[in-house]
């Protein structure tokens, strides 16, 4: 495919998680439910913590966009690939593979940024409480959700147009079940040198600053937990940030052993596997976690519940 004058358009073969005709009705109907599960659960967060006037805080205004991302993210994989497996003709048109990528960089960045902007959050709700008002004014957690939407927006646009000026030979198949950049890298007969450059240096910004932000964090929320002399204060202080850091270790684990690796040990079924993980399963449990191990959300959602009993 040439992307100069008169381009042409070209399709790719998406292998997807099997290749085996049998195993596709179980696979379609394991991510069927997955996919429900996950608007579900996120869909509720984010009705709960606009509904309960309790859950107006900073804390769960993030939460309630992580939920929405998080919707979004697993929405631009799975059903597609759920068409995928029904569809006889398992393609993907080039300009449908980039816009795949577009919002697969966008969401996970973005996540990767509400994640970081939550480990503040509660560093300064923990560490700094006196000031916990004036620091995470509504206007400074708009500013963030705003500010991770917009850079990550831009990440996005980087590498999906260094992307489109990719020229593609021989065969066209996708050992994955989604456009990410490593298989495009793979497949092109072009030049590759600045897409790598990109990636190396630019392209791991977005994950690694945010993952920085996070340790620092609670480094010194764990520091600050552990001069509290009473076991009861510690562990309340603790269980305000104990859902948060659950789903940041499942997140982070899961990207570290993707894109950390040595190019050595890289496997196709491995890494179809652990990008699983974090695009499907992790933002499917998030709303599961938040809400069995958080008492404000167990509570919002007695009061929802009692209300429609009612009714």
Known sequence: MELSNGTTETEFIMLGLSDLPEHQTLLMVVFLTVYLSNIVGNTMIISLTRLDTNLHTPMYFFLGNLSFVDVCFTSSIVPPMLKNMVSLKKTISFHACIAQLFFFLCFACTECILLAAMAFDRYVAICNPLHYMMLMSRKVCIFLVAFSWVLSSLHALLHSLMALRLSFCGHKKIHHFFCDMAPLLTLSCSDTTINKLLIYTEGGMPVAIPFLIVMISYIRIISTILKIRSTHGRWK??????????????????????????????????????????????????????SLRNKDMKGALRKVLSRKGEI
């Open 237 to 290: 202080a603790f269980s305000t940030c104990s859902s948060h850091l659950t789903v940041v270790i499942f997140f982070y684990s899961t990207i570290a052993f993707m894109y950390l690796r040595p190019p050595s040990t890289y496997s196709i079924d491995y890494d179809r596997i652990v990008s699983i993980v974090y695009t499907v399963v992790a933002p499917t449990l998030n709303p599961f976690i938040y």
